[in-house]
C-alpha cells in the first residue's frame, strides 16, 4: 500500500510545482496579471474572496486533522459506544454568525464594483466603438472617426472605450482577461462596457461563450497604444486610400483576382460598408490571421485555398471560386500590402 | 430476491420480470443499472475530451465532433448518471428508512424509469442517425441550438423531454409516499436525513422541471414548426431560453447536492456511532438551501448585461447559500467529533467529499462575487467549480452510497481492498484533474475550446488534467471488477453489517419483496439504535401479523414508454418528410392506448396471505 | 380489507376520496402534480409577457382581442367548475346519479368552452392572417392560451373516460378518489383561464 500511494504523492507534488514554473500565464493573456482598470477590480475581489476562503478551508481542515487523529476507533474500542450528543446551541450559532460575517465582508464591496463597472455615464465624452460579433470573428466601427477595422482592436492607453457589443447570429462573449472581464455579445440588444488599459500593449481577446466549431479559433486582439499614437493611427486609417494600386506586378494580378473572385462582396476594403466577412483595410497590420495563425504569406495562402481545414464552419468556405496556389499566391501578396499606418501591432510591442 | 436467486429461474423470465416490476427495489436495481451504464457512457466522452486537450492545437478529434462531445458528456452526466443514479438510490432505501412497503405509485415509479431510460437511449441513438449528436452544450443557448444543423438538438429536445417526465413523476411518487406512507410513530422529525433530503430534493424537482419542459417545448416549437421564440428577426428573444433554461438548472444542482448531503449524514452518523449533531439544523439548512436555490439562477448570467441591480441582488442571494451549506460542514465534523470511526470504503468517500466539496463550495462563493465572475464567467474556472461539487459532492456521494447500503441492496458486500484502492485513485486522479483547472481558467482558457493554443502557458495544466483524468477511469475500472467480484462471490451480507440506526438495517439484507412483515412502529430518531440501547436489538412492531397488500406488476409503464419514444423519432423526422407524421400518430396512440388500458381495468393488487407469512418465517 | 368497497349510506365515511391509503396518495400526488403545472404555467406567462410587444410589424393584441367572446368563455369555464363542485357535493351525500348529472354538464360546458377557443383561433388565423408562425407574439400566444386549450381538452377527455367506465358500477371507495383528483384538476385549469383572461385579454386591451 505505502508504495504506490507515496508514488502518487510524489507524482501529484511534481505536477504541483510545474505548476507553480509555469506561473501565472502568458503575461498578455491571463487574468492573473491585470493592465486594465476591469481586470483590476475583477481581480481585487478575486484575492478578497480568495483569502477569505483558504480562511474557512484552514478552520475546516483543523477540525477534520484533529477528528481524523483522536476519533478513530481504535483497538479494542470495538463495544465502546460514544456520548449522543444532540448538538449545541452555542457552537452552531457560531458557525452561523461567522459565516454571515464573512459574506458580508464579501458581499459589500461586490456590489460597490458591479456599480462601478457598469457606469456608463461618461460615454459621451469617452471614444465609442461598436463592436459586432460574427461566426467566428470580430468587427470594430469606429463610428464618430468614420472608418472601421476588424480583429484588432486599437484603443488608447489610460482612456476609457466603450464598446457597444451586438451580434450578427448567435451570442458570443468579448473577454480580453488582462483588460476586462468579459460581457456577452447578444443578437437582441446591445451591450456596453469600457476598456481602460494601463499599458501599452498587444493583448489576447477570446470569445468566450460557444458558439459553434471554430469557437475556440474566434481569437482577436487589442492593441493598447499611446494617446498620441491613437490619434496617429485613426487619422491615418481615415485617410486610407483602398483605390491605390500596389507597386509589384503580382500584387496587381492579386488586387484583379480579388476584384474577379467578387471578395469585396463579403469584405471591405477602405469605406465599403460590407461586412459579411473581415474588413481588411488594413489587412498587412494584422497581428494573426483568421484570428489565431502567423501573419506569415505561406498561412495566408493556405487559408485562401482551404479556410474550412483552419477554421470549421466559417462562412467563407465555398462562397468563392477554388483558387490555384499561384492565384491564392498573387491575391496574398496583394493583401500583405495592404497598410496604411506606422502603428502596428509590432510597434505597440508584438504579441 | 437478490439477482443471483432470480438468475436461476432463465434469462427470459428474469429479463420479463424486471421489465414488469413495481417493486421500488427492483426499480432501484434498474435505475443504478441505467444510471451507471450512462455514467461508462459520458466517463468515456470525458476521456476523449481529456485526450483531445492533452496537447496545444491536438486534432484527435475534429472541432465539431469536440462541441457533440462535450454536449453528450455534459448532458449524460447530469440527466442520464447522475440523476437516475441518485432516483435509485433514493428508491432502494427511502421506504424502507421510512417503514412502507412500497411508494405511493408503484405503477408511477415503473412508469418514470422507463421514461427515463427511453429517454436516454432515444438522446444516444444521435450518435447514428440524423447527422450527429447534439452539438450546442449542454446548455443549449438559442440561437445557436435553434440554428444548429441536422437533427442533434432534435434528439436533445425530445430525449430530455421523456425523461424528464419520468423524473417529474418520480419526484412526484416519493413526496406522496414520504407524506402518507410514514410508518407509526415516523414523524417528520424522526426521518433520516437521506429520507429528508429524498422529500426536499423532490420538491425541487417538482418545481424545476416544468421550467425546463417549457423551455425545451419553446425550443422544439422553434426548430419544428416554425415559431418564433428565439428569431431576433420576428421578434423573439434568445434571453428567455437562459432564464427558463437557468431557473430549473440551478435548482437542478442541489437536486444533485442535497441527496448526498442526506446519504453523508446517514453515513456519518452510522460510522462514527453517535447521533447526527444538530439534527434540525441539518433539515432547517436543507430546506433554506432549496429555497434560495430557487432565488439565484441569474448568477449563471452574470455577464449576460442583465445590469448591475440584478447582479448584485443576485450576488447577494448566492453568497447566502454559503451559510446553511456551511451549518452542514461543521455538523458533519461535529458528529465525528468524539465519535468512535470506522473508516471502511463508505467512510473513506465521505471524509474525501468535506475537504473537496469544501473546496467546490467555495470557489462557488468566489463565482458569486459578480465582478470577478466577469473574469469566472465561462473559463475552466468554471469547469473545475462545478466539477468540484458534481463529483467531489454527487459522485463521490453516490460512491459512498453504493458501498455504504450495497449490501441492503444486493445482499453481498463489496470487496473492501477493492473498495478503497478505488477511492485512491478517484480521489488522486480528481484533485489532479480538476485543481489546475481553476488556474487554467485564470490564465485565459475559455471553457468548450476544441483547441488551446501553444505558447499561452496553457500545455502543462492541461497535461496534468488529463493524466488526472486516466487515474479516474482506472479507479472507475477497479469499481467495476469489484461489482463483478462481488456479484460472484463476496461475502453474504447480515442484515445490519455497519451497527446501523435506521429501519433498513432492521429487515434482511436483502429484504424480503414486501419489506416489513409487520409495519415498525417508531419511538423515537435513530429507531433500531433506540431499540439497541434499550436491549431489544429489533423493531416493535405496530401492527399484528396479517395479510399484506402488494400491487401487481405490468408491462404497460414500458409500452406508454416506447410509445412516446416512438413518437419522439416521428417528431424529429417529420422536418424532413411528412411520412414521418405516421411515427408520431403510432406512437402515441400506443402510449394512449395503453394508459387508456390503465385507467379501464381495475387492479386492485394481491394479497399475501398472513398463513404464507408465518410460514416464510420458520 | 375486501375488493368491494361500494357504498351504502351506512357504509360511507366523510371524505369517501381519502377514506384508503390509495385515494390518499392520489389526493396529494394531484395536489404535487398542480404545483408542478403552476411553474409549468407560470413559465409561459412569462414568456408570454416577455415577448407579447414583439409583434414583428404584425397584428398587435390591441387590434386582436375583443372582450366579448372571451367574457363569454370565461363565464362557461367559472360555471362549469361551480358545477363539478356540485357533482362533489352529491359524490359526498353518496348520490351516483346527480353526481353524473352534474359532472356531464361540466363536459359539455367544457366542450362549448373549446368550441368558442377553436372558433376564435380561425378568427384571427383567417381574418387577421396572425399566426403561430407571424411573430415572437404570436408564437406566444397561441403556446400559452393552445397550452390551456390542451389542458381542458385533455380534462375533458379523462372525466368522459371516468363517467363512462364507472356508469354501471356506481360509487365506491376506488372510483372515489378519481372523480374527486379530477375536480381538483378542473378547477386548477379554470384558475389558469382567470389569470389568461386578465395577463393575455385585459393587459392586452389596454397595450
Known amino acids: 500500500m505505502k508504495g504506490w500511494m507515496g508514488k502518487f504523492k510524489s507524482l501529484f507534488l511534481l505536477s504541483m510545482l510545474a505548476l507553480v514554473l509555469a506561473g501565472c500565464g502568458k503575461e498578455n493573456l491571463t487574468a492573473l496579471v491585470p493592465k486594465g482598470y476591469g481586470a483590476e477590480s475583477s481581480m481585487n475581489l478575486i484575492i478578497l474572496s480568495t483569502v477569505i476562503m483558504v480562511f474557512v478551508f484552514l478552520i475546516v481542515i483543523l477540525v477534520y486533522t484533529i477528528v481524523l487523529i483522536r476519533f478513530r476507533r481504535k483497538k479494542g474500542q470495538e463495544g465502546y459506544i460514544p456520548k449522543q450528543v444532540e448538538g449545541s446551541k452555542t457552537l452552531e450559532t457560531v458557525w452561523t454568525i461567522i459565516p454571515i460575517i464573512l459574506v458580508v465582508t464579501l458581499a459589500v464591496p461586490t456590489v460597490a464594483a458591479t456599480f462601478d463597472l457598469a457606469d456608463e455615464s461618461a460615454s459621451a465624452d469617452g471614444i465609442n466603438i461598436e463592436v459586432t460579433g460574427h461566426q467566428y470573428w470580430w468587427h470594430f466601427n469606429y463610428e464618430e472617426e468614420e472608418f472601421a477595422t476588424s480583429q484588432d482592436l486599437y484603443i488608447p492607453v489610460g482612456e476609457r472605450v466603450y464598446v457597444h457589443m451586438l451580434s450578427s447570429d448567435v451570442i458570443h462573449s468579448f473577454w480580453v482577461p488582462s483588460i476586462a472581464g468579459k460581457m456577452d455579445v447578444n443578437p437582441e440588444n446591445v451591450n456596453t462596457m469600457y476598456l481602460e488599459a494601463h499599458e501599452e500593449g498587444v493583448y489576447w481577446g477570446k470569445c468566450a461563450e460557444l458558439c459553434g466549431p471554430s469557437h475556440s479559433l474566434m481569437d482577436f486582439k487589442v492593441i493598447a497604444v499611446s494617446p498620441e499614437e491613437y490619434d496617429q493611427w485613426v487619422s491615418d486609417m481615415q485617410n486610407a486610400d483602398p483605390e491605390e494600386e500596389p507597386q509589384d506586378a503580382v500584387a496587381q494580378d492579386g488586387k484583379a483576382l480579388f476584384e474577379e473572385n467578387n471578395c469585396m462582396s463579403c469584405h471591405a476594403i477602405g469605406s465599403a460598408p460590407s461586412a459579411v466577412g473581415p474588413d481588411l483595410t488594413n489587412f498587412a497590420n494584422r497581428s494573426r490571421i483568421a484570428g489565431y495563425l502567423e501573419p506569415t504569406k505561406e498561412n495566408l495562402v493556405d487559408w485562401l485555398m482551404d479556410p474550412e481545414s483552419l477554421k470549421p464552419g466559417n462562412k467563407m468556405t465555398g462562397a468563392y471560386p477554388a483558387l490555384s496556389e499561384e492565384e491564392a499566391d498573387s491575391i496574398a501578396e496583394y493583401l500583405l500590402q495592404l497598410e496604411h499606418s506606422e502603428i502596428t501591432p509590432e510597434s505597440a510591442g508584438g504579441l | 430476491m437478490s439477482i443471483a436467486a432470480t438468475q436461476k429461474r432463465g434469462f427470459g423470465a428474469f429479463l420479463w420480470d424486471y421489465i414488469t416490476t413495481v417493486d421500488h427495489k427492483k426499480i432501484a436495481h434498474l435505475y443504478l443499472f441505467g444510471g451507471g451504464f450512462f455514467f461508462l457512457l459520458g466517463g468515456l466522452e470525458a476521456m476523449i475530451i481529456r485526450i483531445q486537450l492533452a496537447t496545444p492545437e491536438n486534432d484527435f478529434i475534429s472541432a465539431g465532433l469536440y462541441n457533440e462531445m462535450i454536449t453528450m458528456h455534459g448532458t449524460t452526466m447530469i440527466f442520464l448518471a447522475a440523476m437516475p443514479l441518485l432516483l435509485g438510490l433514493m428508491n432502494a432505501v427511502m421506504p424502507l428508512q421510512i417503514g412502507a412497503r412500497d411508494v405511493a405509485f408503484p405503477f408511477l415509479n415503473s412508469l418514470g424509469f422507463w421514461l427515463f431510460m427511453f429517454g436516454g437511449i432515444l438522446l444516444n441513438f444521435s450518435w447514428f442517425m440524423g447527422g450527429g449528436a447534439p452539438d450546442a452544450g449542454w446548455t443549449a443557448y438559442a440561437p445557436l441550438s435553434t440554428q444548429s444543423p441536422g437533427h442533434g438538438v432534435d434528439f436533445y429536445v425530445l430525449g430530455l423531454q421523456i425523461s424528464g417526465a419520468g423524473t417529474l413523476m418520480g419526484g412526484i411518487n416519493f413526496l406522496a409516499t414520504i407524506v402518507t406512507m410514514r410508518a407509526p410513530g415516523m414523524t417528520y422529525m424522526r426521518m433520516p436525513l437521506f429520507s429528508w433530503a429524498t422529500f426536499i430534493t423532490s420538491v425541487l424537482i417538482l418545481f424545476a422541471f416544468p421550467a425546463l419542459t417549457v423551455g425545451l417545448f419553446l425550443l422544439m416549437f422553434d426548430r419544428m414548426f416554425g415559431s418564433a421564440f428565439f428569431d431576433v428577426a420576428l421578434g423573439g428573444n434568445t434571453i428567455i431560453w437562459q432564464h427558463l433554461f437557468w431557473i430549473f438548472a440551478h435548482p437542478e444542482v442541489y437536486i444533485l447536492i442535497l441527496p448526498v448531503f442526506g446519504v453523508f449524514s446517514d453515513i456519518t452518523a452510522t460510522l462514527s456511532k453517535k447521533r447526527l449533531f444538530g439534527y434540525t439544523a441539518m433539515v432547517f439548512a436543507t430546506i433554506l438551501i432549496a429555497f434560495l436555490g430557487f432565488m439565484v439562477w441569474a448568477h449563471h448570467m452574470f455577464t449576460v448585461g442583465l445590469g448591475p441591480v440584478a447582479n448584485s441582488i443576485f450576488a447577494i442571494a448566492t453568497m447566502a447559500i454559503a451559510v446553511p451549506t456551511g451549518i452542514k460542514i461543521f455538523n458533519w465534523l461535529a458528529t465525528m467529533w468524539g465519535g468512535s470511526i470506522t473508516i471502511n470504503s463508505a467512510m473513506l468517500w465521505t471524509l474525501g467529499f468535506i475537504p473537496s466539496f469544501t473546496i467546490g463550495g467555495m470557489t462557488g462563493i468566489m463565482l458569486a462575487s459578480a465582478v470577478a465572475d466577469y473574469q469566472y464567467h465561462d473559463t475552466y474556472f468554471v469547469v473545475a467549480h462545478f466539477h468540484y461539487v458534481i463529483v467531489g459532492g454527487t459522485v463521490f456521494g453516490i460512491m459512498a452510497a453504493l458501498h455504504f447500503w450495497w449490501p441492503k441492496m444486493f445482499g453481498r458486500i463489496l470487496h473492501e481492498g477493492m473498495g478503497k484502492l478505488t477511492f485512491w485513485l478517484f480521489f488522486v486522479g480528481f484533485h489532479l484533474t480538476f485543481f489546475v483547472q481553476h488556474f487554467l481558467g485564470l490564465m485565459g482558457m475559455p471553457r468548450r475550446y476544441w483547441v488551446f493554443l501553444e505558447d499561452q502557458g496553457l500545455d502543462t495544466g492541461n497535461m496534468v488534467s488529463t493524466i488526472g483524468a486516466f487515474l479516474m477511469a482506472v479507479g472507475v475500472v477497479i469499481f467495476l471488477i469489484n461489482v463483478f467480484y462481488t456479484w460472484a462471490k463476496g461475502n453474504k451480507a447480515p442484515a445490519d453489517p455497519w451497527d446501523g440506526r435506521s429501519l433498513e438495517w432492521a429487515i434482511s439484507s436483502p429484504p424480503p419483496y414486501y419489506n416489513f412483515k409487520q409495519t415498525p412502529l417508531v419511538r423515537g430518531l435513530d429507531p433500531l439504535w433506540v431499540e439497541k440501547m434499550e436491549g431489544k436489538g429489533e423493531i416493535t412492531p405496530a401492527e399484528p401479523l396479517g395479510d399484506i397488500h402488494m400491487p401487481n406488476s405490468s408491462i404497460l409503464p414500458f409500452l406508454i414508454s416506447l410509445g412516446f419514444t416512438i413518437a419522439g423519432f416521428g417528431f424529429i423526422f417529420q422536418v424532413d418528410h411528412s411520412a414521418y407524421l405516421i411515427l408520431v400518430f403510432a406512437g402515441i396512440g400506443l402510449a394512449l392506448l395503453s394508459m387508456l388500458i390503465r385507467s379501464l381495468k381495475d387492479d386492485h393488487g394481491y394479497h399475501i396471505k398472513k398463513e404464507e407469512l408465518e410460514r416464510e418465517a420458520d | ?207
Open chain 3, 1 to 207: 380489507m375486501s375488493h368491494d368497497h361500494s357504498l351504502n349510506p351506512e357504509t360511507m365515511p366523510q371524505e369517501p376520496e381519502k377514506a384508503t391509503l390509495e385515494g390518499r396518495n392520489k389526493f396529494y400526488g394531484l395536489w404535487f402534480f398542480l404545483g408542478g403545472e403552476t411553474v409549468l404555467f407560470a413559465s409561459f406567462f412569462g414568456t408570454y409577457i416577455a415577448l407579447r410587444n414583439s409583434t414583428a410589424g404584425g397584428p398587435a393584441s390591441t387590434d386582436l382581442f375583443g372582450l366579448g367572446l372571451v367574457f363569454a368563455m370565461t363565464m362557461i369555464l367559472l360555471t362549469s367548475s361551480l358545477t363539478s363542485v356540485y357533482a362533489m357535493y352529491h359524490m359526498k351525500n353518496n348520490d351516483f346519479k346527480k353526481m353524473q348529472l352534474w359532472l356531464a354538464i361540466t363536459a359539455f360546458l367544457g366542450l362549448s368552452f373549446l368550441a368558442l377557443e377553436i372558433y376564435e383561433f380561425t378568427h384571427y388565423i383567417i381574418d387577421y392572417g396572425f399566426t403561430f408562425r407571424s411573430s415572437a407574439f404570436g408564437s406566444a400566444f397561441y403556446t400559452l392560451v393552445g397550452f390551456h386549450g390542451g389542458h381542458v381538452t385533455f380534462g375533458i377527455a379523462w372525466l368522459m373516460a371516468l363517467m363512462v367506465r364507472n356508469a354501471k358500477r356506481g360509487l365506491n371507495l376506488y372510483n372515489a378518489p378519481k372523480f374527486y383528483t379530477f375536480s381538483l384538476y378542473w378547477h386548477f385549469i379554470d384558475v389558469v383561464w382567470v389569470f389568461i383572461f386578465t395577463v393575455v385579454y385585459l393587459m392586452g386591451r389596454v397595450g
